[in-house]
């Protein structure tokens, strides 16, 4: 291990999710374990700007691993985007002597790490913590997999109010340039049809889908519905589509929205959260810089931010193949 790095910050930014402080228990621990300093930093970068900053060791991060959220918040910093926000950040870390900080978050948050990078020429490395699961360079973001089983769960209950009315509900899930969440959970909880940014189903075939329903005995359905899909401008115009089209069915709308970044995070969650920080700091006292830590065939890998933030994680194309023959 290097000698250069003695004292490492982490920070959480962007939309908090599952997992999240599981990674900063990680961190803070692997940390004192090579008897380097950890300094927490609050409210992302917007705490970095304002040198919103605590010093930490392995009992101060004792009981989070099975907390949702984030102990360090999460803020949007427009500040951070200017060279005049990067440098007052540059000055804090400087004056309390931090050699190297670790992000957790997503894209916009590694973007972020780049520029402060490009910059200074800071060492820093990315945990990917979304739960829409869009980043390249990983199969699985931190809090993915809890909100999988989260959306499942609520889907299986709205089945039965569905069940109990004869009724056809759309359930909008989380994925505005990503159907990761909405392809899993439908296939999961046994959705009729699944609609996701990456393909297009067209409106014409969802009506061919619901007749076929109606027609084969099913007096009710759930279509799992992802929040940028292309087929209508929302939900609700969908939801009117059917009404208009198939006067039969009796349709209700259920936008699970925030509801899926909360909770406790799964075991899967927290063994990721635990050994991607473990990584980041290791590789950070090795000497790399510039890299996200991710998960590739169940082995951490390091991919270069750049890739990470330009590259575009892609849909399952043979879950896509599944769910067709599910939805027969």
Do not use: W
Not at 170 to 191: P, S
Not at 211 to 223: A, C, H, L, T, Y
């Amino acid at each position: 291990m290097s000698n250069n790095i003695k004292k490492i910050a982490v920070l959480t930014s962007g939309g908090d999710a599952p997992g999240m402080n599981a990674a900063i228990r990680s961190v803070v621990r692997t940390c004192a374990y090579h008897n380097v300093g950890c300094v927490g930093i609050y409210r992302g970068y917007q705490g970095m700007i304002e040198g919103d900053f605590k010093e930490m060791n392995a009992r101060s991060v004792n009981n989070i691993i099975n907390r949702g959220g984030t102990i360090l918040k999460s803020a949007r910093s427009t500040e951070f985007q200017t060279p005049e926000g990067r440098e007052k950040a540059y000055k804090n870390l400087c004056d309390h002597d931090i050699d190297a900080f670790v992000v957790i978050g997503g894209d916009g948050s590694f973007t972020g790490a780049m520029l402060f990078s490009e910059s200074y020429d800071f060492p820093v490395m990315g945990i990917p913590g979304t739960i829409d699961n869009d980043i390249y360079g990983t199969s699985f973001t931190l809090g993915y997999d809890t909100a999988l089983n989260t959306v499942v769960e609520a889907i299986d209950k709205i089945r039965d109010t569905a069940i109990s009315h004869n009724r056809l509900f759309f359930v909008e899930v989380m994925g505005r340039d990503a159907g990761h969440i909405a392809l899993n959970t439908g296939l999961g909880a046994g959705a009729e049809e699944i609609l996701i940014p990456e393909e297009d189903l067209g409106l014409d075939r969802l009506l061919e889908s619901m007749e076929r329903s109606r027609r084969s005995g099913k007096s009710s359905s759930i279509v799992v519905v992802a929040e940028g899909d292309k087929i209508g401008k929302n939900v609700f115009e969908l939801k009117d589509y059917i009404e208009d089209n198939l006067p039969d069915y009796d349709v209700r709308v259920t936008v699970l929205g925030h509801i899926q970044r909360g909770g406790r995070p799964t075991c899967f969650d927290r063994v990721l959260a635990s050994r991607m920080g473990v990584k980041a700091v290791e590789s950070l006292l090795e000497g790399k810089t510039h890299y996200m830590v991710g998960l590739v065939k169940d082995k951490i890998v390091l991919t270069p931010l750049d890739q990470a933030v330009k590259g575009k994680s892609k849909i399952d194309r043979e879950l896509l193949r599944v769910s067709d023959i599910m939805t027969t």
